[in-house]
Nanobody, 111 residues
């Protein structure tokens, strides 16, 4: 059974940084792509970033140049480094592997 556990969210000020973690079990993050999504209150869940099984990365337009997705195969964890956070980045962030989802981690950004 595949399980994903996100962590690292919190309350920060605009301009601050956070690093989110997505710890996987039951499947290797290096064998499948892992995607980060976010969902703000009252809005649809949207794509943030993905890292493919070959390590290729892709970002949503709103986070390009500020967010970096990476993975640690030894710990089976995917990270999302978020720099220069903006109030509009506030959302619940979810990671996804194949059809599995984590429970999400809340990011709040004060202006």
């Amino acid at each position: 059974q595949v399980q994903l556990v996100e962590s690292g969210g919190g309350l920060v000020q605009a301009g601050d940084s956070l690093r989110l973690s997505c710890k996987a079990s039951g499947r290797s993050v290096s064998s499948e792509g892992v995607t980060w999504y976010r969902q703000a209150p009252g809005k649809e869940r949207v794509f943030v970033a993905v890292i493919g099984h070959l390590g290729t990365t892709l970002y949503g337009d709103s986070v390009k140049g500020r967010f970096t997705i990476s993975r640690d195969n030894a710990t089976n964890t995917v990270y999302l480094q978020m720099n220069n956070l903006k109030p509009e980045d506030a959302a619940i962030y979810y990671c996804s592997l194949i059809m599995y989802w984590g429970q999400g981690t809340q990011v709040t950004v004060s202006s």
